[in-house]
């Protein structure tokens, strides 16, 4: 998530400036509650060979007009309840996946550091929290790179904050950020996300992996192509009963696109690929009774789609 441009609204521009400041005045005037500040967890869980914690990161707060340009505010309004706050914002999780597998403690993303503002980059308190010193951590996977998912791999000294780690990213993700003269190709809206990305990937320089859709990242971690929301996105699958898939950004809030999931949503970069990538995932998920986790779903963000009336029905674990 982050200024994009939307395939199916030309329309939707967004300065980052302008909706951070008014989620400071927010927080500062005390109309965002604090139970929306308050870091969640962590909530540990197994699923199969895996014991897993959810880690949050804390919340963004961001303008509902980003939600989709196929919702109305009636429709957002319904759908997300209490996410949403004073002056037309919104609030979502981010959940941070650590997995201990065997010798490995893998995270699965790693949260906005200070991209977002205050009420999120806490990645590093829940970690102290869950008593999980960073250096331990061997594999970081990412399933995209926008920031709110790269750039807490880069401390503010400009080196990777996990200092034994592998950076693991899908090939067509790579390779999507990676030319050089790509901020002056993509919308004028996105170049200084560009920018940055291609600077935390320099960071991550040659201890950056690449891996391909077909092939497992590790051992009992399958990936699933989910282009759209980038042009490289991916989510994972963990080995274990009927599989536990890690959505990513591919469904970005449960509330809103399981229900509809043709909808695009405002940080996708190609609307209708992602609402293509979207329902088969979905589908995938309801038809083989897959546990489901995303990134900016309510905390935990554990649940499972069932199918109903052409779209999904969100159900969440019972925890
Ligand atoms: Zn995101």
Redesign the pocket.
Known sequence: ?FDAKNMNDGHLVLNRRRFLGVAAALIASGALPKSALALAGPHRFTHGAFDLTVLSDGQLVLPLSIVSAQATTGDLKTLMGAAIQPGDMFTSEINVVLARSGSDLILFDTGAAGAFGPTAGQLFESLKTAGVDPADITKVIFTHA?P??ILGAIGADGKPTFANASFHLAENEFNFWSPADLASQVPAQMKDMTLGIQAALKVLGDRLVTFKAGAEVLPGIGVIETPGHTPGHVAFELAGGDGLILAG?SIALESVFFKNPDWAFGFDYDGTLAGKSRRALLDQAATGKKQMLG??WTYPGLGRAEAKDGAFVYVPANI
Do not use: E
Request: charged letters at 30%; hydrophobic letters at 15%.
């Open positions: 998530m926008h709110d998912h950004d990134y900016h």
